[in-house]
């Protein structure tokens, strides 16, 4: 999952200085789960930053809350179009995905992020949650037994390990940051395959990743069904246009 955490409250407070009616926009995805932005958060900011507010810019400031399911569809941003009319500015608690896809259905409110947003990643005890994909477009998962090191690699090594790994851990941060390639030596061990640790990886194809500009994923099978779906919504106004029409001429 996307894992994100709140932003400084004097930062928030900054972003929304200019502005008098603000609503707090939180997403019950992701980031709820990582307690940065459900609905209990988006309560606690809205007290917060009240408070910091008239203690640090002595002012009042009138808060909207609102929590939607998830910020990564627009279908959902339709519900809030009656609080985005009453406010001068929205703070968003969602990923920076969800910032992003208020701007484009919302292009005259100031939208400002609550959040900072971090990677995919996984818990691995209650409160701690890790990196563990990067999104790279390309997954090499099948070849290093399940293991990525995009994202666990402190250097994104394809062919590692480096000269600074010591007893299984890295020299970036030997006390708390494992070698990823020592635990893929030892995965594809385990498992049988350790013939893939000598196998070469040629270099990595960036273009899949952030590096090649603004990804997309289209399936074709949804985008047609849509496109049949909105043909046949304009066929039955056609049709009914035509008959109200016949409707009026023949009372005339």
Request: hydrophobic letters at 35%; aromatic letters at 4%.
């Amino acid at each position: 999952m996307i894992v994100a955490e709140q932003k400084p409250m004097e930062e928030i407070a900054e972003m929304i200085k200019d502005f008098n009616k603000i609503l707090i926009l939180g997403c019950g995805g992701c980031v709820s789960v990582c307690l940065s932005g459900g609905e209990k958060e988006v309560g606690i900011m809205a007290s917060a930053l009240k408070m910091f507010v008239k203690n640090n810019q002595n002012r009042d400031i009138e808060i909207k809350e609102m929590t939607i399911s998830r910020q990564c569809d627009w279908e959902y941003f339709d519900m809030v179009k009656d609080a985005m009319a009453e406010v001068e500015a929205c703070v968003c608690i969602g990923c920076g995905a969800g910032v992003q896809g208020l701007v484009d259905v919302y292009p005259n409110v100031p939208i400002f992020p609550g959040l900072n947003t971090g990677g995919l990643a996984v818990g691995k005890v209650p409160g701690v949650w890790e990196e563990r994909c990067a999104g790279c477009g390309n997954c090499i998962l099948h070849l290093t037994g399940g293991l990525c090191p995009i994202a666990r690699c402190s250097k994104h090594i394809l062919n590692g390990p480096c000269g600074g790994s010591e007893k299984g851990m890295c020299e970036v941060d030997p006390k708390t940051i494992e070698c990823v390639w020592h635990l893929i030596y030892e995965r594809l061990k385990s498992i049988g395959k350790l013939d893939n640790i000598y196998k070469i990886m040629p270099m990595k194809d960036w273009s899949t990743s952030s590096d090649g500009g603004v990804r997309h994923l289209t399936r074709e099978d949804m985008a047609k069904l849509d496109a049949e779906e909105e043909h046949k919504k304009n066929v039955e106004l056609e049709k009914k246009a035509e008959e109200a029409e016949a409707a009026a001429k023949s009372q005339g």
